[in-house]
């Protein structure tokens, strides 16, 4: 039987006798609703009741009155549910700059103005310019988001939209070092220090040219042995939300790397972190977090400890893809490496998808 204190209790339809109105009590407010017992107020009534359990039983406020902090924590609830945990890094770092200028602001009064200047703080504190664009595009889906759930008024989309982004060396924001393949010295330095199993993950990335995030999530369940070259399907991957999926090819090499922790169970991580206790080891398995595996910024955290043991310049596994593009460009051209890394942009047309994972497939039966 449901426990009855975790039933959402409706605010009541009732008379007010003074008035002979209805009326209805939502988060200690009262909402009049017309002339008791007529059918207007019982679908005013209606229409209050399902937008406060749409606001997640959160109080309703007309727009003018709401400011830019109750937004930012309104739209963060709604993130937090709707994209994914390296999606919401981002998301967190653009929410709290804005806070920190408009905490205060009526979130009515959100223009272009304010986004202008939240995108010069950002200047002037040396984020790249390619950054600063994606932050101020997290603040204007958030005013659209708001837009829509009608907590601003509708036109506050549209004149943030008149916001552009800054363009390449027209701006005072410093260009993004282009990203390069990670040094096979800085590679062999980290593969050297590096604890099980993170040297098997940078293995395993070199040869499939995978995302880190894609890594990270592999599990037993999620692989295709039966054919050859095996077939990684990931649950969750960049471009989900576009409805794609992603096939990644595994082939002979680094089947062999997988083989040693295909042990795990069907919906396990194949890679787990150890619990160090004493003068032994304990796998993650055995711990509450057995599913989870390494995270992303875990699998990225433990790579840099490894650098500085071997004293050469730390580098994000993100780059470990460039490494893998570099080869398989040389060798297949560069359908071969879209095919093989899954750039969403290459694959226009299914006939084009087909071709590309039988590109794919080719190449990790030869160097995979």
């Not at 004493?278 to 910024?297: K, M, V």
Request: positive net charge.
């Amino acid at each position: 039987m449901a426990n009855n204190s975790t039933r959402i209790r409706i605010p009541k339809y009732r008379l007010h006798k003074p008035s002979g109105q209805a009326v209805v009590t939502i988060t200690g407010r009262d909402f009049y609703l017309g002339p008791h017992g007529t059918q207007t107020s019982k679908d005013h009534y209606d229409r209050l009741v399902a937008e406060w359990l749409a606001a997640g039983r959160t109080s309703l406020q007309s727009a003018e009155s709401k400011t830019v902090d109750e937004l930012v924590l309104a739209y963060w609830q709604h993130a937090e549910s709707y994209y994914r945990a390296v999606t919401l890094h981002s998301l967190r770092q653009a929410l709290r700059g804005f806070r920190r200028l408009y905490g205060d602001t009526p979130a009515a009064e959100i223009g272009p103005l304010a986004l202008k200047t939240f995108r010069q703080v950002m200047v002037e504190r040396g984020l790249a310019r390619v950054s600063i664009n994606k932050y101020v595009g997290w603040i204007r889906g958030m005013v659209r988001w708001a837009v829509e759930e009608e907590l601003i008024p509708a036109d506050r989309y549209h004149a943030v939209s008149a916001v552009r982004n800054l363009r390449a060396n027209r701006s005072e924001a410093k260009e993004s070092d282009p990203i390069t393949p990670v040094p096979q010295k800085h590679i062999d330095g980290a593969l050297e220090h590096a604890h099980a199993p993170i040297g098997d993950m940078i293995r395993v990335q070199l040869l499939t040219g995978m995302r880190p995030g894609e890594l990270c999530g592999m599990t037993p369940r999620d692989i295709d042995a039966t054919i050859a070259p095996w077939i990684y399907t990931p649950r969750r991957h960049k471009n989900e939300h576009h409805g794609k999926t992603r096939s990644i090819p595994i082939g002979p090499r680094a089947q062999s790397i997988l083989e040693q922790h295909l042990h795990a169970r069907l919906d396990e991580a194949l890679f787990r972190p150890v619990v160090r206790r004493g003068s032994g080891t304990i796998e993650a398995s055995l711990t509450r977090q057995a599913a989870a595996g390494y995270t992303t910024a875990g699998y990225r955290r433990a790579i840099n400890r490894a650098c500085e043991l071997a004293e050469v310049p730390s580098w994000s596994p993100n780059r470990l893809r460039h490494n893998r593009a570099t080869e398989v460009r040389r060798q297949f051209g560069i359908d071969g490496a879209g095919a093989v890394l899954g750039h969403s942009r290459l694959e226009t047309t299914q006939i084009y998808a087909e071709r590309s994972n039988e590109i794919a497939s080719r190449i990790a039966r030869l160097s995979g």
